[in-house]
């Protein structure tokens, strides 16, 4: 009996440390602080082995985040203090970024890759997606460094938002100002190729 291939949308299916973070918050405001820390654990165990079992492959941003919730889970139950924990979202951020900075340095962007992988991907110039990549960047690094004041200075309440709706809102945002940008950059891009066109029949 052949095994089923795992469809696209499925492995392009992860979660992002969503649970975990609930469970504390819950768990935080009832309990001491070392059980919400080991419930935040146990939701993050349970967590990614709903991935696994869902989608048959567990995405290498899942992995991170799971691994980096254990490691400053158990730093945080060593001190009996929840600041660690509370700090994942802040060194997802920052991690994600940095290795975003890294791929544009190796001149091999992560975006591009991606639009290079498309069956049906539409043309457009290297720099513009280069561009869009660097904003990307300074969303993830801005946005973890943010959630190290968020875990420093404000509630779990306000953390707990942050870290899930909070942070779609700030992307949705984002996104909206990204396609406003693409479009007039695209615009730009075709008037100076047909400028050039024009130039290019004039010449002897």
Do not use: C
Request: hydrophobic letters at 50%; aromatic letters at 18%; proline letters at 4%.
């Amino acid at each position: 009996m052949t095994k089923e291939p795992t469809s696209l949308s499925q492995k392009n299916f992860f979660l992002i440390s969503f649970l975990p973070a609930i469970a504390y918050w819950y768990l935080e405001e009832n309990y001491p602080i070392r059980i919400a820390i080991t419930g935040g654990l146990i939701l993050a165990i349970l967590e990614i082995s709903f991935e696994h079992f869902y989608t048959k492959h567990i995405h290498t941003l899942s992995k991170f985040n799971f691994f980096l919730i254990l490691i400053l889970g158990g730093i945080s139950l060593l001190g009996e203090d929840g600041l660690w924990f509370k700090l994942q979202p802040a060194f997802t951020g920052v991690a994600i970024g940095g290795f975003m900075i890294f791929r544009l340095w190796k001149g091999q962007g992560m975006m591009w890759e991606m639009m290079e992988s498309m069956p049906n991907k539409t043309p457009m110039p290297a720099f513009i997606i280069q561009s869009l990549e660097k904003h990307m960047v300074l969303l993830f690094m801005g946005y973890g460094f943010f959630m190290v004041f968020v875990a420093l200075k404000l509630t779990t309440d306000e953390w707990l938002f942050f870290k899930t709706l909070g942070f779609y809102i700030v992307f949705g945002i984002f996104f909206l100002f990204e396609m406003i940008y693409l479009r007039l950059a695209v615009k730009k891009w075709h008037q100076a190729q047909q400028a050039s066109e024009v130039l290019n029949r004039f010449k002897p």
